[in-house]
């Protein structure tokens, strides 16, 4: 069964793109669970329960990460916008500032 990930013709996109699609599509589903579960743990009462919830959502943040791996490897314009911001400490907007002229530099 198919989803409605394609804003133009799946037929038209090359095969990188459709795969881009698909791992896009996954890395959105990723976050959505992250989400659930964040809200699940929130309001549940028994601990083991609890527990066993936040398990899962530690599985969902490694499969979010590999996506997120997989398409920073592909695309090397967000994988310098991605490095100028992920783990850096000072300020979050004025490391993406610094990425974006970083990112105009690459092809």
Not at 23 to 42: G, K, M, P, V
Not at 67 to 74: H, I, S, V
Request: contains cysteine; glycine residues 2%; proline residues 4%.
């Amino acid at each position: 069964m198919g989803t409605n990930q394609y804003h133009e013709p799946a037929a038209e996109l090359s095969q990188e793109t459709r795969t881009f699609a698909r791992i896009i599509t996954s890395l959105q589903e990723e976050c959505e669970a992250i989400n659930w579960y964040q809200q699940r743990i929130s309001v549940e009462p028994d601990p083991e329960a609890r527990k066993i919830m936040q398990h899962a959502q530690e599985e969902e943040f490694l499969h979010f990460s590999m996506d997120l791996e997989f398409l920073l490897r592909r695309t090397p314009k967000w994988r310098v916008a991605a490095k100028n911001v992920l783990f850096q400490d000072g300020n979050i907007v004025d490391n993406a500032e610094k990425g974006e002229d970083q990112e105009e530099e690459v092809n």
